[in-house]
Each structure stands twice: as C-alpha cells, then as structure tokens.
C-alpha cells in the first residue's frame, strides 16, 4: 500500500516538475493601429479620397509637407518593439535548471501621401519593415 501512494506522489511530483520548465512568454495587450497595409489598400483610392477620410481612419500626420509641385505631403510613421523574455524548461531533464530566452522584434511602417490642389489623394506609398 505505502508503495502505491509513493508512486503516485513521484507521478504527481514528475508532472509538475516537467510542465513547469514549459517555454513562456508574456502576453501584454496594446491597441492595434489602423496604419496597416491592408487598411491603407481598403481606405485610400487615387483621385477619390480626400483629406478629411484620411484623417477619421489614421488620425493627424506625423509630418505635413510640400513638394517641389507645392503639393500638401502628408506622412505617417509608426515604428514597435516587441520584447519577450521567457525560460524554456529543457535542462529540467538534466536537472540543471532553465535556459533564459528574449526574443526582439522591430516593426516600421511609413505611409506616405500627397494631395493635388482640391486636397484629394493624388498618389500615397507605403514602406513596411519587420527586423
């Protein structure tokens, strides 16, 4: 009988021992823009959107320019960090502890547009990086 019960403790003990060491990384929840590509493709038709619609969907410009034709040159930046640190539990099996694990990753989107003279989307671009 005392076998039994021991061999349930060690069971018992073994599993939470190994799931414990599992790789985890915390989550945070941050609001996701509206400056994303596919936004951009839904939202903005050359010739037809206008100053005001940009505005309601991303909001006020980071930097508001003219070029050399002294269009209105509206542009947007948004750049993330993304950190992770973790353990991963597979020295658990040795018995030597956990390895550390950070992971980083950097995001840039730039969206850049110029409006003709009746502050209508003339021709925008965009240039998006993940590194």
């Given at each position: 009988m005392?076998?039994?019960y021991l061999l349930v403790i060690a069971v018992v003990t073994l599993c939470i021992f190994f799931t414990s060491g599992c790789a985890t990384f915390p989550e945070k929840?941050?609001?996701k823009s509206k400056l994303t590509v596919g936004v951009v493709k839904q939202t903005i038709i050359?010739?037809?959107t206008n100053q005001a619609e940009i505005l309601e969907t991303f909001g006020s410009p980071n930097l508001v320019t003219k070029n050399k034709?002294?269009?209105e040159v509206w542009?947007?930046?948004r750049m993330s960090f993304e950190h992770?640190?973790?353990a991963d539990g597979i020295f658990?099996?040795?018995g030597t502890g956990s390895r550390a694990m950070t992971t980083t990753t950097t995001k840039s989107f730039d969206l850049?547009?110029?409006f003709d003279e009746n502050d209508i989307v003339k021709d925008y671009s965009v240039i998006s990086a993940s590194y």
């Open positions: 005392f076998n039994k929840e941050t609001e050359k010739g037809e034709e002294e269009n542009s947007y930046n992770k640190e973790g658990y099996i040795f850049i547009i110029t």
